[in-house]
C-alpha cells in the first residue's frame, strides 16, 4: 500500500489529452518506430481508441488529476493522440514548441492548446522550435527527452528524432544539464524515443539498462539516480518491448500516482512494483488499440508543469 508523499515537481497534478476521433496507425513513422504494428485490414482501429481514451482520462480524473481534453476530429494526424512529442511546459511559465521529423505529425500543433494553458496557468514565454524543421532538425518533445524535474537532466538517447543541436539550445534556455547516450534494441535498432526506454519518477527511475550500449555511459546514468536517492528499477528487453518503461508519475487526489498501461502493469515483476508501491500507486490504463501505433500511456499524456491562475467565479 502507497504511502501519501509530499507533492513533487516530477509529478503534475495536471495533464494535456488529445482523444482521437480517426486514429490509424501512422505508416510514415514506421521507418524507424519498430514498436508499431501496422493495422490489420478489417481493423475498426478508430472508435476503439476513442473509448480508450474516453476511459483513461475519466479514471485519471477519477484519481484527482486534472485532464484538459482536446477533441481531434481531423483525418490527417494519425498520431495526435501523442501530444507530448509537440509541446512541453516547464515551472517558472515556460512552454516550448518542438520540430516533428513526419511531415504528418507537424499538423499536430494546436493553438487552442496553447491559448488554454496561458487562460488557466500563469505562461511567461512560449519559445518554438519548429521552424528548424526545414533545416532536418528534430527534438520530439518529451518523447526525444525524459526530463527529471528536479535533478535538472534531459535523458536523450541518439536517433534521427533527437538532434544534439536543438538538444544543446532547449537545455540552455530551460536550465536542464543533457545526458546524451546510444540505445539499441534487441535486433540492433536504434530506440527511435527516450521515453519508451525510462521512466523517471520523484524516488525511483525505471530504466532498460541493457539497451544502453556504451557501459560507461550505464554505469554514470546509473550513479547519477542512486546519488539523488532515487531507486533504479531494471528493465528488461522483454519489458521495453511492453512499454513498462513508458509510464509516468502524476499526482492525484490521495497521493502520487504513476500511470501506465494495462499491458506495461502485467510485465512488471511483484519486487518491481512493490519499489513502485513505495511512493507511488501504479493506475494501469487499459490502451491497447493505441499501443498498436508506437506509444503507449507516457505518450498520450503531456504534463502540466504550470502555477494555475486564479481564475474569477462564472
Known sequence: MARQPASSVQAPSAVVMVRPHHFTVNTETAADNHFQRLQEEGDDLAELAFQEITEAAALLEQHGVTVHLFEDEGTLT??????????????????????????????????????????RYRVQEVIDYSGL????????GTGAMVLDHIDRIAYAAKSERTDPIILERFCTQFNFEPMVFSARDGNGADIYHTNVLMCVATDFAMIGLDMITDAERRSEIVERFERAGRQVIPLSNAQIETFAGN??????????????????????TPEQLAIIGESAR?????????????????????????????????
Request: with cysteine; hydrophobic share 40%.
Open 78 to 119: 494519425p498520431d495526435s493522440v501523442f501530444p507530448n512529442n509537440w509541446f512541453s511546459t516547464h515551472a517558472g511559465g515556460h512552454v516550448a514548441i518542438y520540430p516533428m521529423k513526419a511531415v504528418s505529425r507537424r499538423r499536430e500543433r494546436r493553438s487552442d492548446v496553447i491559448e488554454m494553458l496561458k487562460r
Open 247 to 268: 509510464a509516468i508519475e502524476l499526482q492525484g487526489r490521495n497521493g502520487r500516482i504513476l500511470a501506465l498501461s494495462t499491458t506495461a502493469f502485467a510485465a512488471l
Open 133 to 140: 524543421e526545414p533545416d532536418g532538425l528534430f527534438l520530439e
Open 282 to 314: 501504479p493506475l494501469p490504463l487499459a490502451i491497447p488499440t493505441i499501443e498498436r501505433a508506437g506509444g503507449s500511456t507516457r505518450c498520450t499524456i503531456a504534463g502540466v508543469h504550470l502555477t494555475p491562475r486564479s481564475l474569477p467565479s462564472p
